[in-house]
């Protein structure tokens, strides 16, 4: 009688051990989960400050084109005049 119950305590904890194993496990991959939750948020912000970059960027060349497209213009304009004055 004393074996059979010296195997079922040392069952209960073994099956003790078990579930205490399981829920360290859960806890590590709530901790990763958590993590990767975290890291997702981190790049998402950075995906979108670096496309908000991109966007001002862009916005940017586009006025240095128009502002030499209007130089360009204004010197085509001085040679004409300068072409008509030497005539």
Same mark, same amino acid.
């Given at each position: 009688?004393?074996? %059979?119950?010296?195997?079922? /305590? @040392? +069952? $209960?904890?073994?099956?003790?051990? &078990?579930?205490?194993?399981?829920?360290?496990?859960?806890? %590590?991959?709530?901790?990763? /989960? @958590? +993590? $990767?939750?975290?890291?997702?948020? &981190?790049?998402?912000?950075?995906?979108?400050?670096?496309?908000?970059?991109?966007?001002?960027?862009? +916005?940017?060349?586009?006025?240095?084109?128009?502002?030499?497209?209007?130089?360009?213009?204004?010197?085509?304009?001085?040679?004409?005049?300068?072409?008509?004055?030497?005539?």
């Amino acid at each position: 009688m004393e074996t %059979d119950l010296a195997r079922q /305590l @040392q +069952q $209960l904890e073994q099956e003790e051990e &078990k579930q205490y194993n399981l829920l360290e496990q859960a806890l %590590d991959d709530d901790t990763i /989960l @958590q +993590q $990767l939750k975290e890291y997702r948020q &981190k790049t998402n912000s950075m995906n979108y400050d670096i496309k908000e970059e991109y966007v001002h960027i862009h +916005q940017e060349k586009q006025t240095l084109q128009i502002q030499l497209t209007i130089i360009k213009e204004n010197q085509m304009k001085i040679s004409k005049i300068e072409h008509l004055l030497e005539s």
